[in-house]
């Protein structure tokens, strides 16, 4: 008999990438099921490793064994977590979760489809009051900016969490679509076969509250042009820059903080603040579960450490 699972990770699941994430949450699973040590070592300290039992439709339950860590502020992990990974289409299902994924697609339509479902402001509250852990990939990343542009004349409503402005269709159409290797720090290892499509890039990192106060005045100026997250708690966890597309930075001179300011050239295209994370690329499009991994880790780390 299967015992109730100790986190529960949701997909939103009204358009897009859904099922393409969840699939990867399970790759990701079983590759850091081959690589967990014995039970014997969790008496020292760890991090969370990830195993599987898997199912097609319904949630998916995983159990967790660990990892030697080598940060001695980490508490004991318990040597079987399990996990249960569901789709999430209404408020209740969305309550259940410890974390969330924001999945690709066209963001107008997810707002809206979320709107008519009441789940829009359920959303916003997960995310910029409970302080959930959520990840959003491209059109998700422009769900959780603070701002974004070209997007109010086409009824795209945002839920916030991350104080940055995203261009919406930077890099073109769908023809003008791409792949990448990048270089990913996090997480330490090969590069990343990245996916562009119809991408949006971290155009400005609002770093004040004076900057977003700044955004909403020029939103009122360009008006059909930017549309602004409704707000909520403030959070004074800073904006980390985790990866750059190089050579397509474009300079933005005004008194809020540009890519060019914060380092070398190139797009930002990942961004983490607290416990809100964004990815400008597909991930879930690629077969490749690194970055789920990383995310799985990070999210029982918060939830081992009460933050959850």
Avoid at 19 to 27: M, R, V
Avoid at 54 to 81: A, L, V
Avoid at 167 to 185: T, W
């Amino acid at each position: 008999m299967t015992r109730d699972a100790d986190v529960t990770i949701g997909v939103l699941a009204l358009q897009g990438a859904f099922l393409e994430h969840i699939t990867l949450l399970n790759q990701a699973a079983l590759s850091l099921q081959h690589a967990a040590p014995s039970v014997s070592e969790v008496k020292h300290n760890k991090s969370p490793r990830f195993s599987q039992h898997h199912t097609d439709d319904s949630p998916r339950t995983i159990s967790t064994s660990t990892e030697t860590s080598n940060t001695k502020t980490h508490p004991t992990f318990p040597p079987q977590t399990s996990f249960r990974f569901i789709q999430v289409r209404t408020a209740h299902q969305l309550s259940e979760c410890d974390a969330l994924i924001l999945p690709g697609g066209e963001s107008t339509s997810i707002s809206l489809i979320a709107e008519r479902c009441g789940l829009l402001e359920p959303l916003r509250q997960y995310v910029k009051v409970q302080r959930k852990p959520v990840w959003g990939t491209c059109a998700g990343l422009i769900l959780l900016a603070e701002s974004a542009n070209k997007s109010k004349e086409t009824g795209q409503e945002l839920i916030g969490g991350l104080d940055v402005r995203v261009h919406r269709n930077y890099f073109g159409r769908q023809v003008e679509s791409f792949e990448a290797d990048l270089d990913l720090p996090f997480l330490h290892g090969a590069k990343f076969p990245t996916v562009f499509i119809r991408a949006p890039v971290v155009e400005k990192v609002l770093t004040t509250s004076s900057a977003i106060i700044d955004e909403s005045e020029a939103a009122k100026k360009v008006g059909v042009d930017t549309v602004l997250a409704p707000p909520r708690q403030a959070t004074n966890a800073p904006v980390e820059i985790l990866a750059r597309l190089p050579g397509r930075a474009r300079a933005i001179k005004d008194k809020m903080t540009t890519a060019e300011d914060l380092g070398e050239d190139g797009d930002i295209v990942a961004v983490k603040q607290g416990n809100v994370f964004g990815t400008a690329f597909h991930p879930e499009l690629t077969g490749d579960e690194r970055i789920h991994a990383w995310w799985l880790r990070e999210v029982v780390r918060l939830k081992y450490e009460g933050q959850v």
